[in-house]
């Protein structure tokens, strides 16, 4: 099975800031990887496809880099709504696996 | 835009078998562009892909649940399921199902729709 690893585990932000969560992969997954925002009590929401596809309806706000292990989901300007869980997922190879999930808190 | 809705029961006893359906609306199950999933999350921790449903009949499954799990679907009726056999409460999850898409312009698969999710405790 690929492994997915994100950093950090938790990420502690304000309003307004820009934020970066990495997620490397165990071997290389070329551009099949995915980024989901997951609020509490909700079902994750798909941010990015193809490591840096927006998904339709996404704000632009939200961005996706990188290839091969290493990958970036940024965010620019914070917005309230932001403060979520973030998963990275790879779909290179089945199994598909996710990172442990990146919490971004409101400092 | 397509909806998915989970049932099934939220207790099951340790040892049984776990069975939830997925129904699909607002789309048809033999796209081919799309794969039918299961996903879990365990409270307060990550996803797990479970497997896999095809409209060609075709199923996929995670190797560590395989020898107890069985994805199938009805086309016909929209559905599909998942049953997982001899359940403890290592597998106390919410259960999603969710839509794998991929196309020729984008062949990377990605999960674009999802359920609300289905919390199945295991305990007697």
């Known amino acids: 099975d690929i492994q997915m690893t994100q950093s950090p585990s938790s990420l502690s932000a304000s309003v307004g800031d820009r934020v970066t969560i990495t997620c490397r992969a165990s071997?290389?997954?070329?551009?099949?990887l995915s980024w989901y925002q997951q609020r509490p009590g909700k079902a994750p929401k798909l941010l990015i496809y193809a490591a840096s596809t927006l998904q339709s309806g996404i704000p632009s706000r939200f961005s996706g880099g990188g290839s091969g292990t290493d990958f970036t989901l940024t965010i620019t300007s914070l917005q309230l709504e932001d403060f979520a869980t973030y998963h990275c997922?790879?779909?290179?190879?089945?199994?598909?696996?996710f990172g442990q999930g990146t919490r971004l808190e409101i400092k | 835009q397509v909806q998915l809705q989970e049932s099934g029961p939220g207790l099951v006893q340790p040892s049984e078998t776990l069975s939830l359906t997925c129904t699909v609306s607002?789309?048809?199950?033999?796209?081919?562009?799309?794969?039918w999933d299961w996903i879990r999350q365990p409270p307060g921790k990550g996803l797990e892909w479970i497997g896999s449903?095809?409209?060609?009949?075709?199923?996929y499954y995670t190797p560590s649940l395989k020898s107890r799990l069985t994805i199938s679907g009805d086309t016909s009726k929209n559905q599909f399921s998942l049953n997982l056999s001899s359940m403890t409460a290592a597998d106390t999850a919410i259960y999603y199902c969710a839509r794998s898409h991929r196309n020729v312009a984008a062949p990377q698969p990605r999960f674009d729709s999802w359920g609300q999710g289905s919390l199945v405790t295991v305990s007697s």
């Open positions: 997922q790879q779909s290179y190879s089945v199994p598909y696996t």
């Open positions: 607002g789309g048809s199950m033999r796209n081919s562009n799309y794969y």
């Open positions: 449903f095809y409209h060609s009949g075709s199923s």
């Open positions: 071997q290389s997954v070329t551009n099949y």
